[in-house]
Nanobody
Framework: VQLVESGGALVQPGGSLRLSCAFS????????MNWYRQAPGKERELVAS????????NYADSVKGRFTISRDNAKNTVYLQMNSLKPEDTAVYSC?????????WGQGTQVTVSS
């Protein structure tokens, strides 16, 4: 089982990034997918979730209206489109696959929002 995130970068405030998380080794379409983030000195925060079929999404209040989670089950990939980025969005972003008691994690990708 492997989850690999990509797309993290240094971006100016107000900019955009799209994170990707590619999966292999399990039936991707049967798992709900989540994006988490953790900033230095802070607890890990659930940012966005999407159901296994992609019909249901949820967002943290801090990112509603700015971030969009989506998935392509044919490509075994989940995305996080991040717009209007703020310095407080700076964190390591990790994807998570969850089904019942089973959970898999990626290694994380760094997003830094700074001028």
């Amino acid at each position: 089982v492997q989850l690999v995130e990509s797309g993290g970068a240094l971006v100016q405030p107000g900019g955009s990034l799209r994170l990707s998380c590619a999966f292999s080794g399990f039936t991707f379409s049967s798992y709900a997918m989540n994006w988490y983030r953790q900033a230095p000195g802070k607890e890990r925060e659930l940012v966005a979730s999407i159901s296994s079929g992609g019909s249901s999404t949820n967002y943290a209040d801090s990112v509603k209206g700015r971030f969009t989670i989506s998935r392509d089950n044919a490509k075994n990939t989940v995305y996080l489109q991040m717009n209007s980025l703020k310095p407080e969005d700076t964190a390591v972003y990790s994807c998570n696959a969850r089904r019942s008691q089973t959970s898999y994690w990626g290694q994380g990708t760094q997003v830094t929002v700074s001028s």
